[in-house]
């Protein structure tokens, strides 16, 4: 996923992670794909949280662009699929009828706001530009990263 991310330029200023090893783990996998050296908070209130925690927690992000969180499901997949609750376009209505089929470790939802900083993020206001699953990279690349 990491060289994903590097190919289509998505470069994280800021990351926020989940104190849990494996979102370390899987944060550690990928930095080095990256093309960004973003700066990384761990925070132990992502663990587990449900979406309106974690959208309070990017609420009091540093207002840095692009954000990059790495959680837990159920409530990463509930908070995507909450701010992006009535796509405009067919292709972005696509991909969040995918996303909200299967959100599988390691899966990446790409979100645009046009909101001046973290604060004025609220359901709805998200557009999906991105949702990617390891397994269609798999074909791509020769693995399931």
Not at 30 to 59: K, N
Not at 126 to 142: E, H, I, Q, W, Y
Request: proline share 9%; net charge negative; aromatic share 6%.
């Amino acid at each position: 996923m990491g060289a994903y991310m590097r190919a289509k330029a998505y470069a994280p200023a800021l990351v926020l992670c989940s104190t849990a090893e494996r979102a370390k783990e899987t944060l550690e996998l990928m930095l080095p794909a990256l093309a960004s050296e973003p700066e990384i908070r761990y925070d132990r209130a992502l663990y587990l949280a449900e979406w309106p925690q974690l959208l309070a927690e990017i609420h009091d992000a540093p207002n840095a662009s692009p954000l990059l969180v790495v959680g837990h499901n159920p409530g990463l997949e509930q908070l995507a699929i909450a701010l992006v609750l009535q796509p405009q376009n067919p292709a972005e209505r696509s991909r969040a009828e995918k996303m909200a089929q299967k959100f599988p470790t390691a899966a990446l939802a790409v979100l645009d706001f046009d909101i001046p900083e973290w604060g004025g993020a609220k359901p709805g206001l998200g557009r999906l530009v991105d949702f990617t699953r390891p397994k269609d990279l798999s074909g791509a690349n020769g693995d399931d990263e």
